[in-house]
């Protein structure tokens, strides 16, 4: 009888693998204190998402207690890399914001050499007033 290879597992290429019981309370807490996410154990050590949840049903304590707990949120870790690439914007941000600055510093001091005027006033002169009254007693808004 001929037999499709397309229906029978390849024996040598498949794995049985065993986890200790240790090592899925451990992966459980993680979950439980929100340090990892299910997809992420799934892939560290290539199970499915079926064995993984097996494993909280079996040695969750909050499953125990019969406390739901969301089991996917982001884990630490992906908040820190996600925190860590915002700085990074952030910081390019800043970046751009800073060379516009002294490009316009630049320009006003160029100005004033060329047109031998101050544009930019110095630091420790008292700024205008802007608005008040006049000799006539008139308002200069």
Known sequence: MRTNSFFTPDLRTRNNRYFSVDIKKKVVQDLERNLTRVTDVCKAYDVSKTSVYKWIYKYSTMAKKQHRQVVEPKSDTQKIIALEERIKELER????????????????????????????KKSGTKPSSGSGVTKKGTSTK
């Open 93 to 120: 941000i800043i970046g751009q914001k800073q060379l516009d600055i002294d490009f316009k510093d630049k320009m006003i001091e160029l100005a004033e050499q060329r047109y031998n005027i101050e544009i930019k």
